[in-house]
């Protein structure tokens, strides 16, 4: 397993943009599919963006797309979240998963063995 912390939440108006950052203690960081999931008070946890180990490919939940960017730097160990146009319902706790080398089913939470302890993102309107 890959120990994770997220960094970057906080509070925002409505429109506003937040970076999210996760840093990896991973010993080969571009072995591993990353994502970001958010799960909002009484709500299940759910898919905002995965990407592959060397950054080619990305994906995105209908909700964030052209909103959101999902990137990595794997020679720092970090993957990040560029979150613009933040309205109220991006509102949640954000929690970034890992996983080794596969790439399917990367919008299911039980595909990943790795999850950082989350972050806050509160939007107000």
């Known amino acids: 397993q890959v120990q994770l912390v997220e960094s970057g939440g906080g509070l925002v108006q409505a429109g506003g943009s937040l970076r999210l950052s996760c840093a990896a203690s991973a010993r080969t960081f571009s072995d591993y599919t990353m994502a970001w999931f958010r799960q909002a008070p009484g709500k299940e946890r759910e898919f905002v963006a995965a990407?592959?180990?060397?950054?080619?490919?990305?994906n995105y939940a209908v909700a964030v797309k052209g909103r959101f960017t999902i990137s990595r730097d794997n020679a720092k160990n970090t993957m990040y979240l560029q979150m613009n146009s933040l309205n109220s319902e991006d509102t949640a706790t954000y929690y970034c998963?890992?996983?080794?080398?596969?790439?399917?089913?990367?919008?299911?939470?039980?595909?990943?063995?790795?999850w950082g302890q989350g972050t806050q993102v509160t939007v107000s309107s």
């Open positions: 990407i592959t180990g060397r950054g080619r490919n990305t």
């Open positions: 998963a890992a996983r080794a080398y596969y790439y399917s089913n990367y919008e299911r939470p039980e595909s990943y063995n790795s």
